[in-house]
T-cell receptor, first 111, second 114 residues
Framework: QKEVEQNSGPLSVPEGAIASLNCTYS??????FFWYRQYSGKSPELIMF????GDKEDGRFTAQLNKASQYVSLLIRDSQPSDSATYLC???????????FGKGTLLTVNP | NAGVTQTPKFQVLKTGQSMTLQCAQD?????MYWYRQDPGMGLRLIYY???????DKGEVPNGYNVSRLNKREFSLRLESAAPSQTSVYFC?????????????FGSGTRLTVV
């Protein structure tokens, strides 16, 4: 059974700070890693994906992947109140292309 | 630019009633999925269709059936609804069978079974 673990939070940060969201996964064969943002009452929205070890930056978002440690993270720089949402980590791998989702981390950015 | 369209958005059923949730995508994606989302449980895969003509069970298939009507449409049927099926249902699609491009989700169906 593949598992994706996230701290459920809530994670509370002040406006302008860096928010750090973490995720671990159990399947060493996993190849693709995704971060989704979900506002309350809305559907998940893809914000980042990463396939290779290291960092990937897109605007205020940076995804970090360490396959040896089976760890993926999302950093949000200059956090804004509009970033307040639940962030879902998702993993897929090899011939098993289905995504396995973590339960999500609730982020609150305080003005 | 509709993306993934789900109908209905809200539904209340009585125990034992049946219904079909509809999903259609206009992105020419091969793969389609049905998830349910419950508080504290995250997104759980019900059924998926890797390509037109194929369907497979996911993590929580009991009480559900699916039909991949064509490349665009993937429906989810509840034959005899139970209160345990009260949930938010999301349909999703992906560009390739490898899932390496992530999913695009529909807006969801909020189902209550009383």
């Amino acid at each position: 059974q593949k598992e994706v673990e996230q701290n459920s939070g809530p994670l509370s940060v002040p406006e302008g700070a860096i928010a750090s969201l973490n995720c671990t996964y159990s399947d060493r064969g996993s190849q693709s890693f995704f971060w989704y943002r979900q506002y309350s009452g809305k559907s998940p929205e893809l914000i980042m994906f990463i396939y290779s070890n290291g960092d990937k930056e897109d605007g205020r978002f940076t995804a970090q992947l360490n396959k040896a440690s089976q760890y993926v993270s999302l950093l949000i720089r200059d956090s804004q109140p509009s970033d307040s949402a639940t962030y879902l980590c998702a993993v897929s791998g090899g011939s098993n292309y289905k995504l396995t989702f973590g339960k999500g981390t609730l982020l609150t950015v305080n003005p | 630019n509709a993306g993934v369209t789900q109908t209905p958005k809200f539904q209340v059923l009585k125990t034992g009633q049946s219904m079909t949730l509809q999903c259609a995508q206009d992105m020419n994606h091969n793969s389609m999925y049905w998830y349910r989302q419950d508080p504290g449980m995250g997104l759980r895969l019900i059924y998926y269709s890797a390509s037109e003509g194929t369907t497979d069970k996911g993590e929580v298939p009991n009480g559900y059936n699916v039909s991949r009507l064509n490349k665009r449409e993937f429906s989810l049927r509840l034959e005899s609804a139970a209160p345990s099926q009260t949930s938010v249902y999301f349909c999703a699609s992906s560009e390739s069978g490898t899932g390496n491009y992530g999913y695009t989700f529909g807006s969801g169906t909020r189902l209550t079974v009383v």
